[in-house]
């Protein structure tokens, strides 16, 4: 019987050496990718087959009912929380975990604590005006980002013939990239969607007060026109959209001022200053990701783990669940390690495009700028920031009295925003360290800037003849300021 057992624990060890030792596909790494349609082929080659419902034309009956008002006679605030048909990630330590919300950038926002807030419309006031400031929808990861190095690493590894993978990383000896860049997801393309049809289900009634059609803003970046266009098609209808507003688009590149994308045209945003975030972001990364590099380093021969490295396969998680439904990534990770990939993320706002930069001010001004001469129906006459003064000098590209307008931006310029606006609740607990998480911090980017979030400014007349301004984000608590007496 010993020898039996010896036998079979022999034949176990050799059978473990031999997984351990399984070389990683030469291919591991590699970019893949994919197009559609495919080449050579037309809708228009085929056209007399498929006419358009236009030319069928028996659309049945069609009468249209009144406007929707959810945000002022429902009894509470509407609100949105679906991430289908995302596979919710599981963490390596199999906590009951939100890995989702922790990424930060991504998706969902929260209400900052105070469960008793709403974007309601109080008794006995009503509204005149609502200003939307959107982000994109989740979208592949920036051209040379972390996600895409590692990926070419990984490949120059497996080139050698010496990458090997085991354990939890296995997955590895045959992944390949097949993240893009830039431009939205299918996920990304429903999350604009279904804010445009939440946002008529909300504020429909509004449209009444237009004499024109409305003019709404994005920038000339595909990811912008394209959530651009989503949030109109939901908002408007997919047969109807293309006749019912005016699209306007700025151009984002350097030479040209936009209040929608102001990094250009402020050199001081990447100065040293700017580029502290690097060092806290890297200083947090090389603690909170220890315990990983110890864990997982063992599984992977012939390429370094690092905190850089481990970050990446983070970030991965993010983009390839939000690109491709699931990533493998997920639960390598304990839930500790994703608050501390949240954190990282706080750091790099902070100091970057939030508070802790000095430039962060300027860069958002502009887009105040705006909002005041909409408020106050007063054309800019100073234009020391990032307006441009073609589109704002006239009233076709830069309606004043509009009922409902809607410019779409980037994370980074939302969160300069808020600091132009002096929302001083985010930044009421200091500075971020680089060496810990702080107990009950104010600012968290998964608050302020996830992908699809968006901040509404409501313009109320309250039953003390006085307009009211407040702004809510998502469902965060709204900032209410007096405007001039009705």
């Not at 005006?129 to 996600?147: F, I, K, M």
């Not at 970046?221 to 939901?234: C, Q, T, W």
């Not at 609740?425 to 302020?448: D, F």
Request: one cysteine or more.
């Amino acid at each position: 019987m010993i020898q039996i057992w010896d036998l079979l624990s022999a034949l176990l060890l050799a059978r473990s050496a031999h997984a351990a030792a399984t070389l990683a596909s030469s291919f591991a790494g590699s970019t893949s990718t994919a197009v559609f349609p495919p080449p050579g082929v037309s809708v228009t080659s085929d056209a007399s087959f498929f006419p358009d419902a236009t030319q069928i034309n028996v659309f049945g009956p069609t009468p249209t009912g009144d406007e929707a008002f959810a945000i002022a006679t429902a009894p509470v605030s509407p609100d949105y929380a679906n991430v289908f048909p995302l596979v919710e990630p599981a963490t390596s330590d199999n906590k009951k975990f939100d890995v989702i919300h922790s990424w930060g950038k991504p998706l969902t926002s929260s209400n900052l604590g105070l469960t008793n807030s709403s974007a309601k419309i109080p008794d006995g006031c009503t509204l005149q005006q609502v200003h939307l400031l959107h982000r994109h929808g989740a979208r592949y990861p920036t051209s040379g980002s972390a996600p895409a190095s590692f990926a070419a690493a990984l490949h120059a590894a497996a080139s050698t013939g010496n990458l090997s993978a085991s354990g939890p990383l296995a997955f590895l000896n045959t992944w390949t990239y097949k993240l893009g860049a830039e431009i939205l997801t299918p996920f990304g393309r429903a999350q604009l969607f279904e804010l445009g049809v939440g946002f008529r289900v909300k504020y429909g009634d509004l449209l009444k007060g237009f004499t024109d059609l409305p003019v709404w803003r994005t920038t000339s970046e595909e990811r912008m026109v394209d959530s651009a266009l989503h949030f109109a098609a939901g908002f408007f209808g997919v047969q109807e959209y293309q006749n019912d507003y005016q699209q306007l688009i700025e151009i984002e590149a350097q030479g040209f001022n936009s209040t929608l994308a102001p990094y250009d045209q402020c050199p001081n945003a990447n100065n040293a200053i700017a580029a502290t975030a690097t060092n806290f972001t890297n200083q947090w990364a090389s603690i909170y990701l220890a315990d990983a590099q110890k864990r997982l380093a063992p599984h992977l021969k012939g390429f370094t783990l690092n905190a850089t490295s481990l970050s990446a396969m983070q970030q991965l998680c993010a983009y390839e669940t939000v690109a491709l439904g699931y990533s493998a990534f997920c639960d390598l990770f304990t839930e500790e390690e994703w608050k501390g990939y949240e954190y990282s993320v706080d750091l790099s706002f902070w100091y970057n495009n939030g508070p802790g930069n000095p430039a962060v001010a300027a860069q958002g001004i502009g887009w105040v700028q705006e909002l005041v001469s909409r408020l106050t129906q007063t054309p800019i006459t100073e234009f020391a920031s990032t307006v441009n003064g073609t589109i704002v000098g006239s009233n076709v590209t830069f309606p004043l009295s509009q009922p409902i307008f809607a410019d779409a931006t980037h994370d980074t310029v939302i969160s300069a925003i808020v600091v132009a606006m002096n929302f001083t609740s985010l930044a009421a607990t200091g500075p971020l360290p680089g060496t810990h998480i702080p107990t009950n911090r104010s600012y968290i980017v998964n608050q302020i800037s996830p992908f699809g979030s968006n901040m509404v400014g409501q313009v109320l007349s309250c039953p003390a003849s006085s307009l009211f301004f407040r702004f809510h984000h998502q469902h965060h608590h709204p900032n209410t300021h007096p405007l001039a007496p009705q």
